[in-house]
């Protein structure tokens, strides 16, 4: 039995404090917020599916749908950044535990606890980047070099977003792991 998980059950807290149910309605938001990006990521995979059918029928035709390539390209980015955090919270990245499973009592909890502050200062980093990306991308005016001229900033908050929901979800997994015993439950009211 396992008595530590890197993904600890949502809505678990201290005794319920005010302090305990700010905590409890601020992590059922942000559940919110990561579910729907999730659904966002999912919506970007459908439009990629809806780009491939609308060049196919095109061709038939004799048209050529100008920048699909660019836009197909962005939308894999943004599915695949959107659902980051999604995933992460929904335990579907794989772990590597071959160490952190042999281990018991304190050692294992500590394992567990420095992974996540590795993954929340990596996922920190990740998101500063994108936000400086961004920002540098809106600052020089940069645009697509390929057939349609998109400011490159409108594609690449995609990845912001998706960057700061990763970060988020594993930061809250973090401060779940430090704050809150695995063996307390609230009442999800």
Not at 78 to 92: C, E, H, Q, R, V
């Amino acid at each position: 039995m396992r008595l530590f998980s890197l993904h600890p059950t949502p809505y678990t807290l201290l005794p319920l404090s005010d302090l305990g149910r700010i905590m409890a309605s601020f992590r059922k938001g942000l559940d919110r917020i990561i579910q729907v990006g999730g659904w966002v990521g999912a919506g970007f995979v459908a439009l990629i599916a809806g780009i491939i059918v609308v060049q196919i029928v095109c061709r038939e035709l004799g048209y050529q749908v100008r920048g699909a390539d660019d836009f197909t390209a962005w939308s894999v980015a943004a599915s695949i950044f959107f659902a980051l955090a999604y995933t992460f919270k929904k335990g579907g990245h794989i772990q590597v535990t071959l160490i952190i499973d042999r281990l018991r009592g304190r050692s294992a909890r500590a394992a567990s606890l420095l992974s996540l502050f590795v993954g929340t200062m990596v996922t920190g980093m990740l998101t500063l980047s994108a936000a400086n990306l961004v920002y540098d991308s809106y600052q020089f005016e940069e645009v697509a070099q390929g057939l349609l001229s998109v400011p490159m900033w409108v594609p690449q908050i995609a990845l912001l977003l998706g960057a700061l929901l990763l970060f988020l979800a594993v930061l809250d997994s973090l401060l779940a792991a430090v704050f809150i015993p695995a063996n307390r439950t609230i009442p999800k009211n």
